[in-house]
Nanobody
Framework: QVTLIESGGGLVQAGGSLRLSCSAS????????MGWFRQAPGKERECVAA????????FYADFVKGRFTISRDNTKNTVWLSMDNLKPDDTAVYLC????????????????????WGQGTQVTVSS
């Protein structure tokens, strides 16, 4: 059983920065795709960013390109989401997710491709 635990959320003013962390345990972290999603009240869950096991391939949603950076350290079983120039529209619960295994086929930006999910961390951006 894989456990994903997010941290680093909080309240920040518009234009500010936050760095989210996701710590994984119980699985083969170094071989799976990892992603960050977000969900705001009344809205669908959407993919913010994702990357392959090596980090060689990344996905960024258009609305975060140039502002957010996803990275990972397989030796620490951790993936990060660095968020700069935050906007009030970025307010949401941010969730970390992983593929079930290295053999999973699917689109990195689709929530249906992911099997394990964290509980989420709240990010609130004030104007």
């Amino acid at each position: 059983q894989v456990t994903l635990i997010e941290s680093g959320g909080g309240l920040v003013q518009a234009g500010g920065s936050l760095r989210l962390s996701c710590s994984a345990s119980g699985g083969l972290f170094s071989s799976v795709v990892m992603g960050w999603f977000r969900q705001a009240p009344g809205k669908e869950r959407e993919c913010v960013a994702a990357l392959t096991w090596s980090g060689a391939t990344t996905f960024y949603a258009d609305f975060v390109k140039g502002r957010f950076t996803i990275s990972r350290d397989n030796t620490k079983n951790t993936v990060w989401l660095s968020m700069d120039n935050l906007k009030p529209d970025d307010t949401a619960v941010y969730l970390c997710a992983s593929y079930r295994d290295a053999f999973t086929l699917g689109t990195m930006s689709s929530a249906r491709s992911y099997y394990y999910w964290g509980q989420g961390t709240q990010v609130t951006v004030s104007s």
